[in-house]
């Protein structure tokens, strides 16, 4: 239970950072802090307009819906939730592993064809990575149990 109160801990703050990086791309804030590189540019590059025409949304608010599922699928369910609600665990991973997939390769996207880095999305991605190696060991056991033979 103590892994998972780490897991909360760490996507809340991820979601706080996404939500201020979408602030930004809703046009609430006028500029992005970023010590390093420029953000501000990343956020506002084509790829992240055409996203934000796919999705409705902006990028950034919809990594902090997802970081968001992390925080309340981490804390709901029991010591025991892998066996007893592993439905609850399985989704769990699907909050976690997909998502940081995508946030690798909007990192690629940044350097690649945006030609700009953007400090808070790899802090977010280097997050995106260390939740799934908290959330790793749980989600395994539970498709472990899942497939064992029921007798």
Known sequence: MKQR?????????????????ALFQWGLIDHVWD?????DT??????????RRM??????????LSY???VVLSLV?????????????????????????VSIILVCLQGLVVKAWCFLCLVS?????????LSYNEVKATWLYLKKPKV
């Open 55 to 64: 999705l409705y949304i902006p990028d950034a608010a919809l990594g902090a």
């Open 68 to 70: 968001l599922g992390d």
């Open 125 to 133: 991605a280097a997050i995106s990575l260390v939740l799934i190696l």
């Open 5 to 21: 109160v780490v897991i909360a801990f760490i996507a809340f703050v991820a979601t706080a950072l996404s939500t201020y990086m």
């Open 77 to 101: 369910g029991s010591k025991t939730r892998w066996k007893d609600q592993p439905w609850l665990v399985l989704l769990f991973g699907l909050y976690v592993i997909p998502p940081a997939a």
């Open 35 to 39: 010590p390093f590189f420029s953000t």
């Open 42 to 51: 990343v956020l506002t590059s084509n790829i992240s307009h055409d996203l």
